[in-house]
């Protein structure tokens, strides 16, 4: 018996590492919009606004990677283009209230201090994922 594959099986084979392919150049960018994003201060809040071609970027990747998942178990396709999606999801609501809150829109000043207050924790975050993230790579260098 021969270990020779497929037609079918070499599409498929195709098709993942197509998948593979996009899934890495859409972590690079989110990679990138991260540590642009962790830049970010109570100081400089509009900052996140550079961010705005980048996320753009990512969601025209999505729009490619929900055309490739099929090759995936439903499941599978589903759980990876919501992670995906959570992510473009959430950065584009930050990015959105940061250009509001720019914009000097009719927002009271205490709502304005509340919505600054929780970018800033979001922002904090972020770093601290981006340091524990680093730490624990350098940990496992030997």
């Given at each position: 018996?021969?270990?020779?594959?497929?037609p079918?099986?070499r599409?498929?084979?195709?098709?993942?590492a197509?998948l593979?392919?996009?899934?890495?150049?859409m972590?690079?960018?989110?990679?990138?919009?991260?540590?642009?994003?962790?830049r970010?201060?109570?100081e400089?809040?509009?900052?996140?606004?550079?961010?705005?071609?980048?996320?753009?970027?990512?969601?025209?990747?999505?729009?490619?990677?929900?055309?490739e998942?099929?090759?995936?178990?439903?499941?599978?396709?589903?759980?990876v283009?919501?992670?995906e999606?959570?992510?473009?999801?959430?950065?584009g609501?930050i990015?959105?209230?940061?250009?509001?809150l720019?914009?000097?829109s009719?927002?009271?000043?205490d709502?304005?201090?509340?919505?600054?207050?929780g970018?800033?924790?979001?922002?904090e975050?972020?770093?601290?994922?981006?340091?524990?993230?680093?730490y624990q790579?350098?940990?496992?260098q030997?």
């Amino acid at each position: 018996m021969t270990n020779e594959m497929t037609p079918e099986q070499r599409r498929t084979g195709r098709a993942l590492a197509q998948l593979q392919k996009r899934i890495q150049k859409m972590h690079a960018l989110r990679d990138k919009m991260n540590a642009g994003l962790a830049r970010v201060t109570e100081e400089n809040l509009d900052l996140a606004l550079t961010q705005k071609k980048n996320l753009r970027a990512l969601s025209a990747e999505y729009d490619e990677l929900a055309k490739e998942v099929s090759c995936l178990p439903p499941l599978d396709a589903a759980s990876v283009l919501e992670e995906e999606y959570n992510y473009i999801l959430t950065i584009g609501n930050i990015i959105e209230t940061t250009r509001e809150l720019k914009k000097k829109s009719k927002i009271d000043k205490d709502v304005r201090e509340s919505i600054t207050s929780g970018l800033v924790q979001f922002y904090e975050g972020l770093r601290a994922e981006l340091a524990r993230t680093a730490y624990q790579k350098e940990q496992k260098q030997p």
